[in-house]
């Protein structure tokens, strides 16, 4: 390139970055919020959007009833290995259906970092089994509790900021919907 030509592309750049340019869409530049505001109860909202996307919701009172609900599932489904590195949720879990292997488990169960009503979203994180047993298992379980719904991603992302203090976890994974991508990343 010539240095004329490449001096007449400078020139025009500076004059450009001068003067300023009339903004396309004045209103984008807003600081209201792009979405509604929540207008049904937190629980309700992410059930609907987590159901609408595929996902199965079932609400539980208490760790007897989420272990009820589990053994619905293993008996419906003729489950015999399931998958959880978390003790907490292994009470969970009849004895003789844990597994320690991945590969070959029929469920896996996890909890997350927070859920997104807005968009029906599970946040997980390293801390969660990372994306392991989130998307290797043929079918994921994740107990959580209403106290971590918040409404929109960046409500979950300020969650994370405060939990964590700056010092996020290696992983986060934003899971909308039952994973399309499973069957393909196990082959």
């Not at 994180?125 to 960046?154: E, F, M, W």
Request: contains cysteine.
């Amino acid at each position: 390139m010539s240095s004329t030509a490449r001096n007449n592309i400078l020139r025009k750049i500076r004059a450009a970055l001068t003067s300023s340019t009339r903004l396309p869409f004045p209103l984008s530049e807003a600081s209201a919020p792009v979405f509604q505001p929540l207008q049904q109860d937190i629980v309700v909202e992410f059930a609907e959007q987590f159901t609408q996307l595929q996902g199965k919701f079932v609400f539980c009172t208490g760790e007897d009833e989420a272990r009820q609900q589990i053994e619905i599932l293993y008996l419906q489904h003729q489950w015999t290995k399931i998958y959880c590195q978390f003790p907490k949720w292994n009470t969970l879990i009849a004895p003789d259906m844990r597994t320690p292997d991945i590969v070959t488990c029929d469920a896996s169960i996890t909890d997350c970092e927070v859920l997104v009503a807005r968009t029906g979203t599970l946040v997980l994180s390293a801390n969660n089994s990372g994306r392991v047993a989130s998307v290797y298992a043929p079918v994921h379980i994740c107990v959580a509790y209403t106290s971590q719904l918040v409404y929109d991603l960046k409500d979950a992302l300020t969650h994370l900021q405060g939990k964590y203090r700056g010092n996020l976890p290696s992983l986060i994974s934003f899971a909308t919907g039952p994973s399309r991508t499973a069957d393909i990343e196990k082959h």
